[in-house]
């Protein structure tokens, strides 16, 4: 179990609507007691999600609304800090009221007014792991948190250093060793012959014979005479 919470001992009066009444009334209880307490604060403090068990409850008594009432007894897990409990955050926001910080169910505040002139106090940064002192808890009835003051007793480490969005990354290349390249006795010299280019032969279309015209004429009188 989290060390902020406490396994403790409740009783509720519990009503049940007739249109729930059944031979076995215990899970009609405790859904009522898991949907009306549960991920909430109650007059006892915060009551942690699935952590109701019934130990025992009366019989039921009619009630004039149309339903009945049941006297139960049940365990819950509570979260309810007490002033000089010591516990562990990291900084979500520093403002001018001072140090905030989430713990889920808590919301814690150190306040700046309980700490001047502090100097560990000036040089946590957002993001920084802090122990702090409980001074009091704040909340109502079926609040989601519970808010604490507390003041500082010491930053723990560091905050991470956050990269830089405009830096470049380097790449380190691999260095051949001497072994893997080989000594220069193993050496070899490579020739390399240069080529002629290779000329590209053009073939020449022959022209076609073209008869001239008083030569045809002359062919075709000396065909007519003979």
């Known amino acids: 179990m989290d060390p902020m919470f406490e396994r403790r001992e409740l009783t509720r009066k519990v009503h049940i609507y007739s249109k729930f009444l059944q031979k076995n009334m215990l899970p009609s209880i405790l859904a009522q007691l898991r949907m009306n307490m549960e991920g909430r604060c109650s007059s006892e403090g915060y009551i942690e999600r699935d952590s109701i068990t019934i130990l025992s409850y009366s019989l039921g008594r009619i009630n004039s609304i ?55 106090f000036d040089r946590v940064e957002v993001g920084q792991e802090f122990e702090f002192e409980v001074i009091g808890p ?37 260095t051949l060793s001497t072994s893997t390249m080989g000594s220069s006795s193993d050496e070899k010299l490579v020739t390399i012959n240069p080529t002629e280019p290779t000329i590209k032969k053009t073939r020449r279309l022959k022209k076609p014979n073209v008869i001239d015209s008083n030569e045809s004429f002359k062919i075709g009188m000396d065909e007519g005479s003979t």
């Open 66 to 120: 149309s339903g009945i009432d049941y006297d139960v007894k049940f365990q819950a897990d509570v979260c309810l800090p007490h002033p000089g409990q010591i516990f562990r955050a990291s900084v979500d926001l520093r403002s001018k009221i001072g140090i905030h910080a989430e713990l889920p169910p808590l919301k814690i505040l150190i306040p700046r007014d309980l700490h001047i002139g502090n100097e560990e």
């Open 138 to 174: 704040q909340f109502k009835q079926q609040d989601k948190m519970i808010v604490v003051v507390g003041r500082l007793r010491t930053a723990l480490k560091p905050a991470p250093l956050q990269p830089l969005l405009n830096s470049t990354a380097t790449v380190e290349l691999p």
